[in-house]
């Protein structure tokens, strides 16, 4: 009897297949002129892949948000060294997007895109820009900024993914009471959403299943949309230029930096034992699924304490996303750019506080980034649909930054451990 053989094409490359049949085809339909048909019959197919990442956004976060707060109970026991490893892992974060907002203001790769093009897409979506642009121009004082962290009704933030940082702030509420509570009165809380949240993963990857076949939709209107101009490539080469610079930058420099300065472990030491948990995390662009490699890397290469391993990296593995957090704060940039949007200070500081606060409800597998930079993109006014232009080549940038996120989680266990054993 013969069996067929069966070949397993990986994610990414489906997802690069999908893009380049989607330009394909795009450009296909423009000789024949069959514009019509890619706008009616394929592009409706991509705005649904990009509304069913939006639709798991405010769950995903929530969800993850408490889960996180409230699997915090081994703070009594460490109360020093949860407080350090929360501090040391926003502050790296905060350092990552300021890298990647340096960065993508300084080189500006949206302006590679054709001014022309430029003009057709902003008045594309000109509505629904200006509907945000006017909400925030209306918002004055000093401490306005504040209406859009502090709700005065959950549920109708929830109903809202440009409320997400009312949305964050009530989880992080909500999780603070519970673990303040404590004892067994939140073990059945915490069961629950243990539970939503696999369910929620589960769900995450049914979406991610259908992002070839959404990519392919999403550029195959893209290029009708553009008239086929070649110059929107050329500025997502640079953009993703950009992105590999400011990886680079915090794994090559930044974290080596921290940890020469902050452990006892030589430098040349921690970069032998790091490097094939680089790889292996390159590979599998999850860093929850290497998180057994990380601490044993930790622990029996690097000598770090078991204790702090146990829970500075599991926790890493959920809140600390310096990587993606970089990444999206040069995505979200580069997407003004090309649509032509000045954006103000005010708006870069909400793009920095959600990129922080919304990377602890990153989760740390393939494509967990999408779904999380669809509502940072609606909080800024910017039109969730435009995701479509850096998803096709999102799969290397996305091997690369969780590279960079398991990194920090080792750098950081380190940067805490003595500290702790000393105290």
Known sequence: MNRKLKVKIPVYLQILIGMCTGIMVGFIALSLNGQQFIIDWVKPFGQIFVRLLQLVAVPLVFVSLVKGVIGLTDISKFSKLGLKTVL??????????LVGVILVTTIKPGRFFDAGQTIVIEEKFSGTVNTVMEGKSNQDG????????????IF???????????????????????????????????????????????????????????????????????????????????????????????LLVFYPLLFKLFTRIPIKRFLKEAYPLQLLAFSTSSSSAVIPVTMDVAQNKLGINKDVCSFVIPIGATINMDGTSCFQAISIIFIAQV?????SFGQILIIILMTTLSSIGTPGVPGGSYVVMTMVLTAVGIPAQELALILGIDRPLDMLRTSVNVTGDLVIAAIVEPKIVDS
Do not use: C, H
């Not at 000093?142 to 009704?153: D, I, K």
């Not at 993914?161 to 964050?168: F, V």
């Not at 939140?186 to 991610?208: A, G, H, Q, R, T």
């Not at 649509?339 to 954006?343: A, H, M």
């Open 88 to 97: 040391v892992y926003i502050y790296t974060t905060i350092v990552a997007i």
């Open 142 to 153: 000093p401490l306005s900024f504040l209406n859009e962290v502090v709700s005065n009704n």
């Open 156 to 250: 109708s933030s929830l109903s809202d993914n440009r409320r997400m940082l009312q949305i964050i702030f009530f989880a992080l509420l909500f999780g603070v009471a519970a673990l303040s509570i404590g004892g067994k009165q939140i073990k059945p809380v915490l069961k629950l959403f243990d539970s939503l949240y696999s369910i929620i993963l589960k769900m995450v990857e049914f979406i991610i299943r259908t992002a070839p076949y959404g990519v392919m939709a999403l550029m195959a209107g893209l290029v009708v949309d553009t008239s086929g101009n070649l110059n929107l490539f050329g500025a997502l080469a640079v953009y993703g230029l950009t992105v590999v610079i400011g990886l680079l930058f915090l």
């Open 339 to 343: 649509l032509g949007l000045d954006l």
